[in-house]
């Protein structure tokens, strides 16, 4: 009928066919052009170094919006690279693991920041420590990092300007507190910047690699703490000598086949020496903290860690008075330690790090009721807690 359009037609149910049985597995995808396949990885390399240049330009603006500044470290937000880095853990699908991923966006704002002027990091030395380690995965590979004698000179380096940040270590997860780095802040102005956690193995290293021609293992005492139960059972008779880092212990392993050294695998390379044994380590999960010095607080950056050095009267409930306003509020302690407040004969300070940012609350009010019970009450630093 004029003016009517027809209904489509309902399909036929379709005709079922039977399949040929199999052996129950997959048909295998066809094998991939190997030609085409490296065509595909040269077109995105392409297209990645395109976007890391324009990243380096928006960089490169971020300088200019900011006007002249003295130095590099007038351009660090490491607030900033926190917030970056745990978006870039938050958009890990995989294939690759999440600490992959940090250590590439690392060095790409590492070397974004040093178009303005690269960042000069003191550490413990000599080259080849764990220090140096823990410098290039915080500040990533093109910030200048440079070695000194002791922990004390790094403190030093940072206070005077002539680096702008210090890497020191400040506790293991075998081993404890390393106190000559707390006692450093008692007389110290210098702030906590921000922390890094390395998972730390140790190797037995020398000359010849021979297990049997080792009369003296050196290393720094830690490590050789962290190494106890392996040196008892594989080399007992062996003289332990501590030293003042791995590093050096691996520069005088280098002079003769009857030394070892207690080391990682950077100290290996660095002074050409072979691995005898290792991972050496007692604990699998064997970790050390560092912590970032330098001479300013920074804001919060959503996921804070604050340490407080809290110096006391000597009154009976004093501690539990300096605690109380934290867990009332519910902020969360890791760590309390006390050490000799060096102004009087036993008198203490504790150092205490909580959850939060001093300048955000519950926090900042709980630091408000703390100066009520305490003598003195210092803020060592507020900081991102370690990504990765």
Same mark, same amino acid.
């Given at each position: ?67 002249? !500044? ?46 303005? @002027? ?31 004698? %002791?922990?004390? @000179? ?18 293991? =997860? ?5 106190? =000559?780095?707390?006692? $450093?802040?008692?007389?110290?102005? +210098? ?6 956690? !390395? ?6 290293? %020398? ?11 050196? %290393? ?19 003289? $332990?000598?501590?030293?003042? =880092? ?50 300013? +607080? ?20 004093? $501690? ?17 330690? %006390? ?23 519950? $926090? ?25």
């Amino acid at each position: 009928m004029a003016g009517k359009t027809p209904r489509a037609r309902k399909a036929a149910p379709a005709k079922q066919t039977r399949r040929a049985p199999t052996s129950g597995k997959r048909a295998a995808s066809p094998k991939p052009d190997l030609a085409q396949v490296r065509a595909e990885i040269d077109g995105i390399d392409h297209e990645i170094q395109a976007l890391i240049a324009r990243r380096a330009h928006w960089a490169h603006e971020v300088g200019r919006a900011k006007g002249k !500044l003295a130095a590099a470290v007038d351009y660090y937000r490491p607030e900033r690279e926190a917030q970056v880095l745990r978006r870039v853990v938050d958009r890990n699908d995989g294939p690759l693991a999440d600490d992959v991923l940090v250590r590439l966006f690392r060095e790409i704002m590492s070397a974004c920041l040093a178009q303005q @002027e690269p960042l000069k990091v003191g550490y413990l030395g000599p080259e080849g420590t764990f220090s140096q380690q823990a410098v290039f995965k915080h500040f990533g590979h093109s910030a200048k990092g440079f070695p000194l004698a %002791s922990i004390a @000179e790094v403190f030093d380096e940072v206070t005077e300007g002539r680096a702008d940040f210090g890497v020191v270590p400040v506790e293991n =997860s075998g081993q404890g507190t390393i106190q =000559s780095t707390l006692d $450093l802040f008692l007389g110290s102005p +210098l702030k906590i910047c921000g922390e890094v956690e !390395l998972a730390v193995h140790q190797y037995l290293l %020398s000359r010849g690699g021979h297990l049997e021609d080792i009369e003296r293992v050196n %290393s720094h005492g830690q490590s050789l703490a962290q190494c106890r139960g392996w040196l008892r059972q594989n080399l007992p008779h062996v003289e $332990l000598q501590a030293v003042s =880092s791995n590093a050096e212990a691996a520069r005088r392993a280098r002079k003769a086949d009857d030394v070892a050294a207690i080391a990682g695998l950077n100290a290996a390379h660095v002074y050409g020496l072979k691995v005898v044994a290792g991972p050496i380590e007692d604990r699998t999960d064997n970790t050390t903290r560092f912590l970032v010095i330098g001479r300013t +607080l920074f804001p919060p950056s959503g996921n804070d860690r604050t340490s407080l050095l809290v110096f006391v009267r000597d009154q009976p409930g004093v $501690l539990y008075r300096v605690l109380e306003p934290l867990a009332r509020r519910g902020i969360n302690m890791d760590r309390i330690e %006390s050490r000799p407040a060096h102004a009087g004969k036993w008198v203490y300070a504790f150092f205490i790090d909580v959850a939060g940012h001093v300048d955000e609350s519950p $926090l900042r009010d709980a630091l408000g009721e703390l100066g009520d019970c305490a003598a003195q009450v210092t803020v060592l630093g507020s900081y991102p807690v370690a990504v990765a």
